[in-house]
């Protein structure tokens, strides 16, 4: 999935600069944009965190595994655009995913008239560098393509319902390769609202887990010979995101 991921931006972001021709009706002279979005995250892959269970005199009557990407949910950049050619951009933005929405694990019996609730809040956030080729087709559409990278940095809180303990995961900062195809439309000189389908290849490693339900910490060791002491867990990030947003050429 990486490489094709990698391998599909690449020739598109290639295509898109050897024939893009300049476009002699844009009146815009302004090379730098700040631009804002909001996405929301479809996740590719997922790690089993949890399961929502139902039973009824101690057998199971309904069972729903629970999957964990941090790269699910709603997404907001904010950033800067400047032109680097008249076909090409250079773009930084910061990225924030609040956690929304939240993974919830209901364990409920019936028989006993009980329900138990673990709810999971995973969060990321990070800076992106991308490069922007831009291409004008039969003077209708004004689209681009990109590519570059990433780092981002996640965190996940968790809650059980019948307890008063805060657990949470602690991973690792990751480095992603990201990649965009989008359409730009001007609405004025001042003023460019543009749709996006944006990819993000990364995984996160967990470090330790703290427990919401017993207050412990799990640590984890790549370089651990102890037997009790397991590697570190990878739960992936991957996920193509769907973005409207605007830019505001400023000077």
Known sequence: MRKFGLVFVLIGSLAFAIFAQKDPANKNSKDFSLCGSIAYGLGVGGQWIDASVKTNNQAIVEKSDKYLNYGDGF???LGGIYRLMEN???QAVLSYNPGVPEIQAVNESIS????V???YQAGMFGIK???LPRVRILDLLDMYTGFGFGLYFASLSWANSSTNFNGNFETSPALAFCGSIGVNYPVHNDLIIYGEIGLELMSLTVNSIQSAITDEQTNFDQNSTANNIDPPKKVPGTNVALRVGAKFPIF
Do not use: F, I, Q
Request: proline share 0%.
């Open 112 to 115: 006993d008239n009980t329900k």
């Open 117 to 119: 609730t673990n709810t």
């Open 88 to 90: 090409l951009d250079a």
């Open 129 to 131: 560098v991308m490069a």
């Open 75 to 77: 997404k907001l950049e």
